[in-house]
T-cell receptor, first 115, second 108 residues
Framework: DTGVSQDPRHKITKRGQNVTFRCDPI?????LYWYRQTLGQGPEFLTY????????KSRLLSDRFSAERPKGSFSTLEIQRTEQGDSAMYLC?????????????FGNGTRLTVT | AQRVTQPEKLLSVFKGAPVELKCNYS??????LFWYVQYSRQRLQLLLR??SRESIKGFTADLNKGETSFHLKKPFAQEEDSAMYYC??????????FGPGTSLSVIP
């Protein structure tokens, strides 16, 4: 399967703990996006990368969230001092670098539950 | 600011009936619009883009800049169309914003 892969699929953690998720995009895709989705809502934009450069970060994202894409390939999303409100599905997507029309290819997501 | 609204959270239609899923957007520039679909137990995937002007699985969508709408239509709904549908907009930079989604249920 050469699609976008995310690891882990599920993560249960206690409030206050740090968690890190990984996303491996489609290999020839330069752009990588992170979204958060809660029940009954559409994907909420968190941040995106063009190669290794983080070009935009949502103002909704607190300082507890950080994302990296050190070599322009895989990306990690870290949440520090997790809160119950962080419980959600975290989606990663990648796309080719062909302007604003390039479609996003999504992974299966990482479901985070904070207890 | 970019915004996408989908007024219906749930939509039920009978098999063979026409279906229209509404999408309205707010954006001051020239938007690029998309419809994404998520079938049960599958990942979110592209259904169609307005730039392509194509029909995918019998669905079409027309961009109406005057009404700032991008409604998704299909003349005859099929049971396999039951899914979650999201309208999305690419405006400023490369950020893609999604609407809240509409759950379509096709009744046999």
């Amino acid at each position: 399967d050469t699609g976008v892969s995310q690891d882990p699929r599920h993560k249960i953690t206690k409030r206050g703990q740090n968690v890190t998720f990984r996303c491996d995009p489609i290999s020839e895709h330069n752009r990588l996006y992170w979204y958060r989705q809660t029940l009954g809502q559409g994907p909420e934009f968190l941040t995106y990368f063009q190669n290794e450069a983080q070009l935009e970060k949502s103002r909704l994202l607190s300082d507890r969230f950080s994302a990296e894409r050190p070599k322009g390939s895989f990306s990690t999303l870290e949440i520090q001092r997790t809160e119950q409100g962080d419980s959600a599905m975290y989606l990663c997507a990648s796309s080719e670098d062909r302007g604003r029309n390039s479609p996003l290819h999504f992974g299966n997501g990482t479901r985070l539950t904070v207890t | 600011a970019q915004r996408v609204t989908q007024p219906e959270k749930l939509l039920s239609v009978f098999k063979g009936a026409p279906v229209e899923l509404k999408c309205n957007y707010s954006y001051s520039g020239s938007p690029e619009l998309f419809w994404y679909v998520q079938y049960s137990r599958q990942r979110l995937q592209l259904l169609l883009r307005h730039i392509s002007r194509e029909s995918i699985k019998g669905f079409t969508a027309d961009l109406n800049k005057g009404e700032t709408s991008f409604h998704l239509k299909k003349p005859f709904a099929q049971e396999e169309d039951s899914a979650m549908y999201y309208c999305a907009l690419s405006g400023d930079g490369l950020k893609v914003i999604f609407g809240p989604g509409t759950s379509l249920s096709v009744i046999p």
